[in-house]
Structure formats: structure tokens, C-alpha cells
């Protein structure tokens, strides 16, 4: 992938002062220009680990190894922390009938299913469906808020120093919107409002892409919390790497 030097050194020195209202035009180009990276990605493979409010409780961090290709997208997740370790999921838009496949983990590692992605038992436990899964959805949620503050004229922004994330090589800020017009739920609603209330973004500095993103509501709440650890980008992943025949995997 081909990154702007320029853009690159900017942000690196880019002073830790005081917010300014809206978005400055150093945060917002250096999230345009993410986004503009994030289009030469093909496919990539990470660890990715996720904490969520689930109805007002907060569950515990779990951590899967994730292979994900952009087109037809397609996600394939190995559960490899203490919580359900060895379960799999498997989804590729526009194959098995549009559901997402499952293949439990221990002693039900003989079953396998065949789950709505947006039905009540594929989200039990999580806030986003296998069809976000990732880090250009992560990416796209920061975008669309940073554009709606641009827009609006609103929202402070404060870049902070480098911080450890557990790899070195980041740079994070903080972005806080509007408390009251802020959504309650997960879905897209209308008119736009803001994700959550505060983010907490962590960016990798060589290839601008998140590496780990923490969201508040409006209480000041954690809503959701996402790591991306060990990626790779543009591997080259093939058709079976999210085949569940796949003499790997144990669907």
C-alpha cells in the first residue's frame, strides 16, 4: 500500500493542546486519510479482542483470531481466550443461504449451526453482527462522526500523546460530541446522531488504520471497547480460507 509521507510526519508532531470546537482540520484529513488507506486493504488477518455492554451489563474481554476479506466479504473467527476457546464462526455474504455458520467449541464441538446473523441468537452476546465485524467497520463508524462534527460544527477533539497499547508505534486521541445527540442503540437512525458521546481512538502510525477504539455513552459508561493486534494486511487469503471444509477448521 502507498501512504502519504507528508500527511504521516504531520500527525507524528502534531501538538498535544488544548480542544478546539469541531474537528481540527489535522484530525479530520488524518481520518480522511485512513479511510482513503483502508481502501487498498484486501483482506488482512489480526487478533481482535472485544469487551461490550450487553443490556446494561458488561461482559467479559474475549479474543478470537480473525481472517477477514473485503470482497465478497468474509469473515472467519477462532475463539482463543479462556471464554468459549476453540469455538468458530464463519460468514461469506451471499453464500449459505445468508446465515452465519457456528461450530461450538469443548465438549459441544460436535454441533454446528446455521444462524441469522441479525437474529437474537447470533446476538445474544454481542453488539454488532459478523456482517461489522472488523476493522473497516470500525473505521467507518469514526468517519461518519468525525463528519458529522465537521459538518456541524461541534465536538472537541484533543490529540494526546503516545500511548501503549500493547505494540508500540500508535498515536491516540480523544473525540467528545454531544451528549444529547447521541444514539441509544446500535442501529443507523434519522437524522444521523453520534455513535457515543466520547471515543477514545488509538491509531497504528505507519499505516493509519485503528488499533484500538474505546466507546462511552453519554454517562460516561464504557459501551464497547476493540483491539486489533497482530495484523497482517493483504496476505492473499483464497476461497479456503473461509471454506468450512477446510481440513483447519472444525465445522
Not at 117 to 140: D, V
Not at 159 to 173: H, I, K, Q, S, T
Not at 220 to 228: F, H, I, Q
Request: glycine share 8%.
Amino acid at each position: 500500500m502507498k501512504f502519504a509521507a507528508a500527511v504521516l510526519t504531520f500527525f507524528l508532531f502534531l501538538p498535544a493542546s488544548s480542544p478546539a470546537k469541531g474537528p481540527p482540520a489535522s484530525a479530520t484529513s488524518l481520518i480522511d486519510k485512513a479511510w482513503e488507506n483502508w481502501h487498498d486493504v484486501e483482506d488482512y488477518t489480526c487478533v481482535f479482542s472485544k469487551q461490550e455492554r450487553i443490556r446494561g451489563e458488561l461482559l467479559p474481554e474475549r479474543t478470537v483470531f480473525m481472517k477477514v476479506r473485503e470482497d465478497p466479504f468474509s469473515v472467519y473467527m477462532k475463539w482463543i481466550g479462556s471464554y468459549r476457546s476453540g469455538q468458530e464462526a464463519l460468514y461469506v455474504s451471499g453464500q449459505n443461504n445468508g446465515e452465519l455458520k457456528v461450530h461450538r467449541g469443548g465438549i459441544l464441538g460436535i454441533i454446528n449451526l446455521n444462524l441469522d446473523p441479525e437474529g437474537e441468537l447470533a446476538m445474544k452476546s454481542s453488539r454488532h453482527s459478523i456482517t461489522e465485524a472488523g476493522i473497516g467497520h470500525t473505521l467507518r463508524l469514526i468517519r461518519e462522526d468525525f463528519l458529522l462534527a465537521r459538518k456541524n460544527g461541534e465536538g472537541e477533539i484533543t490529540l494526546v500523546a503516545e500511548e501503549d497499547v500493547n505494540a508500540p508505534g500508535v498515536r491516540c486521541f480523544r473525540a467528545e460530541f454531544p451528549p444529547e445527540r447521541v444514539k441509544t442503540g446500535t442501529k443507523k437512525e434519522s437524522p444521523r446522531e453520534y455513535y457515543g458521546a466520547v471515543s477514545e481512538i488509538c491509531l497504528d502510525t505507519a499505516t493509519l488504520l485503528p488499533r484500538s477504539v474505546t466507546i462511552y455513552d453519554s454517562t460516561g459508561e464504557l459501551l464497547e471497547k476493540y483491539r486489533y493486534r497482530d495484523v497482517k494486511l493483504n496476505v492473499g487469503l483464497t476461497e479456503l480460507d473461509f471454506d468450512p471444509d477446510n481440513p483447519e477448521y472444525g465445522f
